[in-house]
């Protein structure tokens, strides 16, 4: 294909084909042959780097990406692998996600479950935490920068619009940048915080689950006045099967005063969370044993795990790895987890219940909600055979990571792994010597006794 590139890239890449073309650039499919991916291509308009003043904030919002290209990591921000600038030209190499953007979901035809919506939701807010506690503010939170990625499962994109909040001279800052539908009140009067993406993301909610904005008008200064003094309508009115949490919930998002929204994304966070289990009820028709039968959404799933102090030395983003390398499943009393002399080619986690452990059909022991079982083996060479059997003790929740998806995962969560599986190992040795040594002891004074 002829595609215009900046020089040197023409080289590192085969362009395929073009996807995407608007004001600012030129999006293309391409292959990197040296790591064999797919990837997506943007290269800005030549006219943009022109010394043009109508084109400074199209300038400065392309020299933003590029510079903050490749600092913020984490499993649900868009991926930038290589960025550039150039005498006429700025450039990103990002990785291809094939299902555009979450824009085709906010119409009336295309409404995805409420569940789900609540799935990208938290994995976007969690996202832009991670991002808020590198001093970044996104201010461009809408469904077109919103990639999707697969049921449930959304990464946040394009930071050219972004504010640094420590570390950046303000002379560098990009203002007066941002989609007006789904700017928080205070943008207008140039006021900066961390709670301008939470209502940015409340009204991303509020489409996702309407098919229409929180404030609309037939013009932009009818719209500002709209968000800053209008009524919003309430989205029970045109929702009747949502249920008055989910209400409330967007409520606070969307909030006029900083002082009514969420003040941080951790209480976004923890508000998602409690209000997952009861959106499950009310889908269950208010039959508690129903919503029970669930299994629970990865973003309740990744603040249960995150409780644990077994994952307290994970980050985030590992966090989020491990979960997505998961299966979970609700199971039965006396369900058989894993048997003896079976095949070992996972580890597993009892999230909840109890379960026993038995070998050659004698108890040998108990695990209770919490405990991680089967990682042994992950470390050795060849595939060995399960020394015990464990059954389940009532019902339980259990988690299931295969051994050939920890092998490849990331370096960095290999790692943590391992840490954990080998302190593990180290405390069971130490209260399998203390017993040792319990019994000896026991022993010794059996023995005394005989002897006198």
């Known amino acids: 294909m002829n595609a215009v590139l900046p020089a040197g890239l023409e080289h590192r890449y085969e362009i395929r084909q073009e996807i995407g073309r608007g004001a600012t650039g030129v999006v293309y499919l391409g292959h990197d042959a040296y790591h064999s991916r797919d990837v997506a291509i943007k290269v800005a308009h030549a006219h943009i780097f022109q010394d043009d003043p109508q084109n400074a904030l199209t300038r400065k919002a392309w020299l933003n990406e590029v510079h903050l290209a490749g600092s913020l990591k984490h499993p649900y921000i868009v991926e930038v692998f290589d960025a550039g600038v150039g005498p006429n030209t700025a450039w990103l190499v990002m990785e291809y996600l094939p299902h555009g953007t979450l824009e085709p979901f906010s119409r009336p035809d295309r409404l995805k479950p409420v569940g789900e919506v609540l799935e990208i939701i938290y994995k976007c807010a969690s996202a832009l935490d991670y991002a808020c506690r590198n001093g970044i503010i996104h201010r461009d939170i809408k469904p077109a920068n919103l990639q999707y990625v697969g049921p449930g499962e959304a990464k946040v994109g394009d930071f050219g619009a972004a504010y640094w909040t420590r570390g950046n001279d303000d002379a560098t800052q990009v203002m007066d940048i941002g989609s007006l539908a789904y700017m928080a009140p205070e943008l207008f009067r140039q ?111 990744f603040d249960r795990l995150r409780q644990l102090d077994l994952f307290a030395d994970l980050n985030d983003a590992q966090l989020w790895e491990l979960l997505r390398i998961s299966r979970w499943y609700q199971l039965e009393h006396h369900t058989r987890l894993i048997a003896e002399g079976a095949p070992a080619k996972s580890c597993y986690m009892l999230l909840e219940g109890d379960a026993r452990v038995l070998q050659q059909g004698k108890l040998i022991g108990f695990m209770g909600p919490g405990t991680l079982f089967g990682e042994l083996a992950f470390a050795e060479r060849l595939p060995t055979t399960r020394s015990a059997t464990v059954v389940a003790e009532g019902s339980v929740m259990v988690g299931k990571w295969p051994y050939s998806a920890l092998h490849a995962a990331s370096p960095e969560l290999q790692t943590k792994m391992l840490q954990i599986f080998f302190r593990l190992a180290a405390e069971r040795l130490k209260k399998a010597d203390e017993q040792y040594l319990h019994l000896y002891r026991q022993h010794l004074q059996v023995t005394q006794v005989n002897t006198e």
């Open 191 to 301: 006021w900066v915080t961390p709670q301008a993406d939470i209502y940015a993301l409340g009204a991303v909610l509020f489409r996702l689950l309407t098919a229409r904005l929180p404030f609309e008008a037939d013009n932009q200064a009818a719209l500002m006045f709209a968000i800053i003094n209008g009524e919003r309508p309430r989205l029970t009115d045109m929702r009747a099967d949502l249920p008055p949490e989910l209400e409330e919930f967007v409520d606070r998002m969307l909030a006029r005063s900083l002082e009514d929204r969420f003040p941080n994304w951790n209480e976004v966070l923890k508000a998602l969370t409690g209000l997952l289990p009861q959106l499950r009820k009310a889908e269950a028709g208010g039959d508690s044993r129903l919503a029970e039968a669930h299994k629970p959404a990865q973003s309740e799933l």
